[in-house]
Protein backbone atom coordinates (compact mmCIF):
# COMPACT_ATOMS: atom_id res chain seq x y z
CA UNK A 1 0.00 0.00 0.00
CA UNK A 2 2.57 2.24 0.47
CA UNK A 3 4.45 2.02 -2.42
CA UNK A 4 0.91 2.16 -4.28
CA UNK A 5 0.28 5.73 -2.55
CA UNK A 6 3.97 7.01 -3.39
CA UNK A 7 3.22 6.18 -6.78
CA UNK A 8 0.22 8.28 -7.21
CA UNK A 9 2.01 10.71 -5.23
CA UNK A 10 5.28 10.68 -7.74
CA UNK A 11 2.13 10.25 -10.45
CA UNK A 12 0.68 13.37 -9.44
CA UNK A 13 4.10 15.41 -9.00
CA UNK A 14 4.91 14.40 -12.37
CA UNK A 15 1.26 15.19 -13.96
CA UNK A 16 1.70 19.18 -11.78
CA UNK A 17 5.76 19.26 -13.93
CA UNK A 18 4.26 18.91 -16.94
CA UNK A 19 1.22 21.21 -16.41
CA UNK A 20 3.72 23.45 -15.41
CA UNK A 21 6.89 22.86 -17.94
CA UNK A 22 3.35 23.69 -20.32
CA UNK A 23 3.45 27.15 -19.36
CA UNK A 24 4.89 29.53 -21.82
CA UNK A 25 7.83 30.99 -21.30
CA UNK A 26 8.24 34.56 -23.15
CA UNK A 27 10.00 35.32 -25.52
CA UNK A 28 8.41 32.18 -27.45
CA UNK A 29 8.85 31.85 -31.27
CA UNK A 30 6.20 29.79 -33.45
CA UNK A 31 6.20 29.24 -37.04
CA UNK A 32 3.44 30.17 -38.60
CA UNK A 33 3.03 29.21 -42.84
CA UNK A 34 6.99 30.07 -43.76
CA UNK A 35 7.92 32.33 -41.21
CA UNK A 36 9.05 32.62 -37.56
CA UNK A 37 7.23 34.72 -35.57
CA UNK A 38 8.21 36.14 -31.97
CA UNK A 39 6.30 37.16 -29.07
CA UNK A 40 7.70 39.41 -26.16
CA UNK A 41 4.85 38.44 -24.06
CA UNK A 42 0.98 37.05 -24.96
CA UNK A 43 -1.18 39.90 -27.15
CA UNK A 44 -3.40 42.30 -24.97
CA UNK A 45 -5.51 43.95 -28.16
CA UNK A 46 -5.90 40.69 -30.54
CA UNK A 47 -7.69 41.39 -33.57
CA UNK A 48 -9.36 38.02 -35.53
CA UNK A 49 -10.46 38.77 -39.29
CA UNK A 50 -13.50 36.37 -40.34
CA UNK A 51 -16.34 34.21 -38.47
CA UNK A 52 -14.08 31.21 -38.15
CA UNK A 53 -10.62 32.33 -36.62
CA UNK A 54 -13.05 34.73 -33.90
CA UNK A 55 -15.20 31.61 -33.13
CA UNK A 56 -11.47 29.84 -32.45
CA UNK A 57 -10.52 32.92 -30.20
CA UNK A 58 -13.65 33.26 -28.28
CA UNK A 59 -13.28 29.18 -27.81
CA UNK A 60 -9.87 29.55 -25.63
CA UNK A 61 -11.65 32.46 -23.47
CA UNK A 62 -9.80 35.24 -24.78
CA UNK A 63 -12.29 37.36 -24.90
CA UNK A 64 -10.33 39.56 -22.65
CA UNK A 65 -7.50 39.99 -24.69
CA UNK A 66 -9.03 41.36 -27.57
CA UNK A 67 -9.54 44.52 -29.04
CA UNK A 68 -12.27 43.26 -31.48
CA UNK A 69 -12.75 41.19 -34.26
CA UNK A 70 -13.44 42.04 -38.13
CA UNK A 71 -14.96 40.33 -41.47
CA UNK A 72 -18.66 38.90 -39.86
CA UNK A 73 -21.54 41.39 -40.11
CA UNK A 74 -20.67 42.53 -43.95
CA UNK A 75 -21.56 38.96 -45.22
CA UNK A 76 -21.89 36.06 -42.32
CA UNK A 77 -24.65 35.85 -40.15
CA UNK A 78 -23.63 34.81 -36.21
CA UNK A 79 -26.07 31.98 -34.56
CA UNK A 80 -27.71 33.76 -30.59
CA UNK A 81 -25.46 31.93 -28.90
CA UNK A 82 -22.11 33.33 -30.76
CA UNK A 83 -24.16 37.00 -30.47
CA UNK A 84 -24.30 36.51 -27.21
CA UNK A 85 -19.98 35.84 -26.73
CA UNK A 86 -19.56 38.31 -28.69
CA UNK A 87 -21.81 41.15 -26.60
CA UNK A 88 -19.33 43.65 -25.80
CA UNK A 89 -16.61 43.07 -28.38
CA UNK A 90 -16.87 45.53 -31.05
CA UNK A 91 -16.60 44.83 -34.88
CA UNK A 92 -14.26 47.13 -35.75
CA UNK A 93 -14.82 46.10 -39.60
CA UNK A 94 -18.06 44.62 -41.34
CA UNK A 95 -15.90 43.07 -44.20
CA UNK A 96 -11.96 44.30 -44.43
CA UNK A 97 -10.13 46.29 -41.54
CA UNK A 98 -7.59 48.84 -42.54
CA UNK A 99 -4.49 49.68 -41.40
CA UNK A 100 -5.57 52.47 -39.82
CA UNK A 101 -8.31 50.54 -37.87
CA UNK A 102 -5.67 48.06 -36.53
CA UNK A 103 -3.70 51.13 -35.24
CA UNK A 104 -6.71 52.94 -34.02
CA UNK A 105 -7.81 50.30 -32.06
CA UNK A 106 -3.89 49.40 -30.74
CA UNK A 107 -3.71 46.06 -31.87
CA UNK A 108 -1.07 43.95 -31.05
CA UNK A 109 -1.86 40.68 -32.50
CA UNK A 110 -3.55 40.00 -36.28
CA UNK A 111 -5.24 36.54 -36.17
CA UNK A 112 -6.20 35.94 -40.30
CA UNK A 113 -5.55 33.98 -43.12
CA UNK A 114 -4.27 34.71 -46.64
CA UNK A 115 -7.65 34.69 -49.17
CA UNK A 116 -9.20 35.63 -45.18
CA UNK A 117 -8.54 38.99 -44.64
CA UNK A 118 -5.10 39.05 -46.43
CA UNK A 119 -3.69 39.07 -49.85
CA UNK A 120 0.10 38.88 -51.58
CA UNK A 121 0.70 42.43 -51.99
CA UNK A 122 -2.42 43.61 -49.81
CA UNK A 123 -2.27 46.72 -47.35
CA UNK A 124 -2.60 43.64 -44.89
CA UNK A 125 0.07 41.37 -44.64
CA UNK A 126 2.64 40.63 -42.45
CA UNK A 127 5.19 42.29 -44.15
CA UNK A 128 3.08 45.65 -43.70
CA UNK A 129 1.65 45.05 -40.21
CA UNK A 130 4.92 43.41 -38.48
CA UNK A 131 6.95 46.68 -38.81
CA UNK A 132 4.21 49.10 -36.93
CA UNK A 133 4.74 46.36 -33.88
CA UNK A 134 1.69 44.56 -35.11
CA UNK A 135 2.38 40.26 -34.86
CA UNK A 136 0.52 38.56 -37.29
CA UNK A 137 -0.77 34.62 -36.91
CA UNK A 138 -1.40 33.10 -40.15
CA UNK A 139 -4.13 30.35 -40.39
CA UNK A 140 -2.22 27.54 -41.09
CA UNK A 141 -4.98 26.02 -43.96
CA UNK A 142 -4.58 28.99 -45.94
CA UNK A 143 -0.65 28.71 -46.00
CA UNK A 144 -1.15 27.25 -49.15
CA UNK A 145 -1.90 30.59 -50.95
CA UNK A 146 1.83 31.80 -49.96
CA UNK A 147 3.95 28.15 -49.90
CA UNK A 148 3.87 24.28 -51.27
CA UNK A 149 2.45 22.32 -48.60
CA UNK A 150 0.51 18.73 -48.37
CA UNK A 151 -3.46 18.67 -48.40
CA UNK A 152 -5.89 19.95 -45.68
CA UNK A 153 -5.97 17.98 -42.66
CA UNK A 154 -7.98 17.96 -39.53
CA UNK A 155 -4.49 18.65 -37.70
CA UNK A 156 -4.52 22.53 -39.53
CA UNK A 157 -7.37 23.53 -37.40
CA UNK A 158 -5.11 21.13 -34.26
CA UNK A 159 -2.42 23.34 -35.00
CA UNK A 160 -3.48 26.43 -34.95
CA UNK A 161 -5.33 25.79 -31.61
CA UNK A 162 -1.95 24.23 -30.13
CA UNK A 163 0.17 27.88 -31.39
CA UNK A 164 -2.65 30.02 -30.39
CA UNK A 165 -2.75 28.23 -26.33
CA UNK A 166 1.00 29.15 -26.55
CA UNK A 167 0.91 32.57 -27.55
CA UNK A 168 -1.80 33.36 -24.99
CA UNK A 169 -0.46 31.05 -22.29
CA UNK A 170 -3.82 28.46 -22.45
CA UNK A 171 -2.38 25.30 -23.77
CA UNK A 172 -5.16 23.55 -21.06
CA UNK A 173 -7.91 25.33 -22.40
CA UNK A 174 -6.68 24.56 -25.96
CA UNK A 175 -5.63 20.57 -25.32
CA UNK A 176 -8.80 19.68 -24.01
CA UNK A 177 -10.59 21.37 -26.92
CA UNK A 178 -8.26 19.19 -29.03
CA UNK A 179 -9.37 16.54 -27.32
CA UNK A 180 -13.16 17.08 -27.46
CA UNK A 181 -12.92 17.72 -31.39
CA UNK A 182 -10.70 14.39 -31.94
CA UNK A 183 -13.18 12.47 -29.63
CA UNK A 184 -15.88 12.97 -31.76
CA UNK A 185 -14.52 12.64 -35.24
CA UNK A 186 -12.84 9.42 -33.96
CA UNK A 187 -16.96 8.38 -33.09
CA UNK A 188 -17.80 9.57 -36.54
CA UNK A 189 -14.92 7.48 -38.70
CA UNK A 190 -15.32 4.18 -36.29
CA UNK A 191 -18.67 3.83 -37.90
CA UNK A 192 -18.43 4.60 -41.47
CA UNK A 193 -18.89 2.03 -43.85
CA UNK A 194 -16.40 1.22 -46.94
CA UNK A 195 -18.42 2.52 -49.62
CA UNK A 196 -17.03 6.29 -50.44
CA UNK A 197 -19.61 8.42 -52.40
CA UNK A 198 -18.13 11.26 -55.21
CA UNK A 199 -18.89 14.48 -53.47
CA UNK A 200 -18.65 18.29 -55.19
CA UNK A 201 -18.87 21.19 -52.54
CA UNK A 202 -20.45 24.29 -54.27
CA UNK A 203 -19.59 27.62 -52.42
CA UNK A 204 -20.54 30.00 -55.01
CA UNK A 205 -20.51 31.18 -58.33
CA UNK A 206 -22.71 31.03 -62.08
CA UNK A 207 -20.51 31.33 -65.02
CA UNK A 208 -17.86 29.29 -62.92
CA UNK A 209 -17.80 27.28 -59.75
CA UNK A 210 -15.91 28.43 -56.84
CA UNK A 211 -15.15 24.88 -54.67
CA UNK A 212 -12.67 23.14 -53.31
CA UNK A 213 -9.22 21.78 -54.49
CA UNK A 214 -7.38 19.48 -52.36
CA UNK A 215 -5.83 21.83 -50.38
CA UNK A 216 -8.89 23.57 -48.43
CA UNK A 217 -10.12 22.43 -45.48
CA UNK A 218 -13.55 20.76 -47.44
CA UNK A 219 -11.08 18.00 -48.66
CA UNK A 220 -10.42 16.91 -44.79
CA UNK A 221 -14.26 17.44 -43.86
CA UNK A 222 -15.26 15.27 -47.08
CA UNK A 223 -12.71 12.58 -46.58
CA UNK A 224 -13.07 12.34 -42.77
CA UNK A 225 -16.91 12.06 -43.29
CA UNK A 226 -16.53 8.88 -45.73
CA UNK A 227 -16.87 10.94 -48.72
CA UNK A 228 -14.31 11.53 -51.98
CA UNK A 229 -13.91 14.97 -53.13
CA UNK A 230 -13.98 14.79 -56.48
CA UNK A 231 -11.20 17.86 -56.91
CA UNK A 232 -8.90 16.39 -54.61
CA UNK A 233 -6.90 15.88 -58.09
CA UNK A 234 -6.51 19.40 -57.96
CA UNK A 235 -3.55 20.97 -56.27
CA UNK A 236 -5.15 24.18 -55.05
CA UNK A 237 -6.78 25.40 -52.13
CA UNK A 238 -10.02 27.53 -52.88
CA UNK A 239 -10.76 27.59 -56.23
CA UNK A 240 -12.81 28.39 -59.33
CA UNK A 241 -13.32 25.23 -62.23
CA UNK A 242 -15.51 25.25 -65.23
CA UNK A 243 -18.83 22.99 -65.09
CA UNK A 244 -17.60 20.66 -67.60
CA UNK A 245 -14.73 19.52 -65.22
CA UNK A 246 -17.95 18.62 -62.79
CA UNK A 247 -19.92 16.97 -65.08
CA UNK A 248 -17.31 14.59 -65.82
CA UNK A 249 -16.76 13.54 -62.52
CA UNK A 250 -20.50 13.34 -61.84
CA UNK A 251 -20.78 13.86 -58.25
CA UNK A 252 -22.97 11.41 -56.43
CA UNK A 253 -23.57 14.43 -53.76
CA UNK A 254 -23.13 17.98 -54.05
CA UNK A 255 -22.58 20.16 -50.45
CA UNK A 256 -23.79 23.75 -50.62
CA UNK A 257 -21.60 26.12 -48.60
CA UNK A 258 -24.22 28.46 -46.54
CA UNK A 259 -23.34 32.39 -46.36
CA UNK A 260 -23.64 35.66 -48.02
CA UNK A 261 -26.52 37.23 -50.04
CA UNK A 262 -27.20 34.14 -51.96
CA UNK A 263 -29.30 31.49 -50.03
CA UNK A 264 -28.66 27.85 -49.82
CA UNK A 265 -31.79 27.58 -51.32
CA UNK A 266 -30.93 29.45 -54.06
CA UNK A 267 -27.97 28.13 -54.76
CA UNK A 268 -29.65 24.58 -54.78
CA UNK A 269 -32.23 25.96 -57.22
CA UNK A 270 -29.57 27.02 -59.72
CA UNK A 271 -28.05 23.85 -59.57
CA UNK A 272 -30.48 21.87 -60.08
CA UNK A 273 -31.95 24.35 -63.03
CA UNK A 274 -28.73 24.55 -64.56
CA UNK A 275 -29.08 22.75 -68.25
CA UNK A 276 -25.38 22.12 -68.46
CA UNK A 277 -25.70 19.51 -65.08
CA UNK A 278 -28.65 17.96 -65.34
CA UNK A 279 -26.69 14.25 -66.27
CA UNK A 280 -25.15 14.63 -63.01
CA UNK A 281 -25.99 11.87 -60.49
CA UNK A 282 -26.42 13.95 -57.61
CA UNK A 283 -28.63 16.33 -59.18
CA UNK A 284 -30.92 13.94 -61.05
CA UNK A 285 -31.29 12.21 -56.99
CA UNK A 286 -31.34 15.42 -55.32
CA UNK A 287 -28.74 14.83 -52.91
CA UNK A 288 -27.66 17.81 -51.60
CA UNK A 289 -26.50 18.66 -48.44
CA UNK A 290 -25.88 22.44 -46.46
CA UNK A 291 -23.32 23.00 -44.06
CA UNK A 292 -22.83 27.05 -43.02
CA UNK A 293 -19.12 28.77 -43.64
CA UNK A 294 -18.34 28.75 -39.98
CA UNK A 295 -18.43 24.50 -40.24
CA UNK A 296 -16.69 24.69 -44.16
CA UNK A 297 -13.75 26.49 -42.66
CA UNK A 298 -11.02 26.14 -40.36
CA UNK A 299 -12.06 26.36 -36.52
CA UNK A 300 -14.02 24.22 -34.19
CA UNK A 301 -17.11 24.12 -35.95
CA UNK A 302 -15.23 21.43 -38.46
CA UNK A 303 -16.36 18.66 -36.38
CA UNK A 304 -19.82 19.63 -36.81
CA UNK A 305 -19.50 19.58 -40.37
CA UNK A 306 -18.09 16.16 -40.35
CA UNK A 307 -20.99 14.28 -38.18
CA UNK A 308 -23.87 16.57 -40.82
CA UNK A 309 -21.91 15.15 -43.99
CA UNK A 310 -21.20 11.63 -42.51
CA UNK A 311 -25.07 11.09 -42.08
CA UNK A 312 -25.77 13.17 -45.62
CA UNK A 313 -22.99 10.63 -47.25
CA UNK A 314 -24.38 7.57 -45.63
CA UNK A 315 -27.82 7.68 -44.50
CA UNK A 316 -28.40 4.19 -43.75
Known amino acids: MKLRHLALCLGSLFTSMTALAESTHYPLTVRSCNREVTFKEAPRHALSHDINMTQMM ?11 YSGISGWKSVTAQMAKTLDGLPELAAKYPSVETLL ?21 TPATLTPLGINVYELTESCAFVMKRPGASLDDTYNDLRNLGRIFDVQDRANALIEAMQ ?3 AAVRKSLPAERPRVFLYDSGEDRAMTSGRLAMPQALIEAAGGRNVLDDIDAS ?6 ESVVAKNPQVIVIVDYSEVSAEQKQRFLESNPALQSVDAIRNKRFVVIPYVEATPGIDN ?14
Open 104 to 124: NANVDFFFAGWDYGMTVGGAL
Open 183 to 185: ARV
Open 58 to 68: LALGLKPRMAG
Open 238 to 243: WTRVNW
Open 303 to 316: VKAIETLAKAFHPQ
